[in-house]
């Protein structure tokens, strides 16, 4: 069974960093592609970022330039380093696992005030 647990997640001012991790548990992280989504109040969720069984990586175009995704194989961990964090970032982050089918973890709280 596909476990992935978030951390990391807390409140910030903007222009500040977060660092998030998500440990995964159940099935072979290396052979998985995983990746970072959010949901910002109001909205859907969405992408953000996106790191492959291979290491080919991907940003949405909010974050591109300021999030760092990646994976320690090792560990069974995800991280994504967020800086110069602004109030929109604001948002549940969640950590996802792709192995034939989307697996989500349970969530974490950002929080970016002004």
């Known amino acids: 069974q596909v476990h992935l647990v978030e951390s990391g997640g807390g409140s910030v001012q903007a222009g500040g960093s977060l660092k998030l991790s998500c440990v995964a548990s159940?099935?072979?992280?290396?052979?998985?592609?995983m990746g970072w989504a959010r949901q910002a109040p109001g909205k859907e969720r969405e992408f953000i970022a996106s790191?492959?069984?291979?290491?080919?990586?991907g940003y949405g175009e909010a974050v591109k330039g300021r999030f760092t995704i990646s994976r320690d194989n090792v560990k069974n961990t995800l991280y994504l380093q967020m800086n110069s964090l602004k109030t929109e970032d604001t948002g549940v982050y969640y950590c996802?696992?792709?192995?034939?089918?989307?697996?989500w973890g349970q969530g974490t709280q950002v929080t970016v005030s002004s």
């Open positions: 996802a696992a792709v192995c034939n089918t989307l697996y």
């Open positions: 159940g099935y072979i992280f290396s052979r998985c592609g």
């Open positions: 790191i492959g069984s291979d290491g080919v990586i």
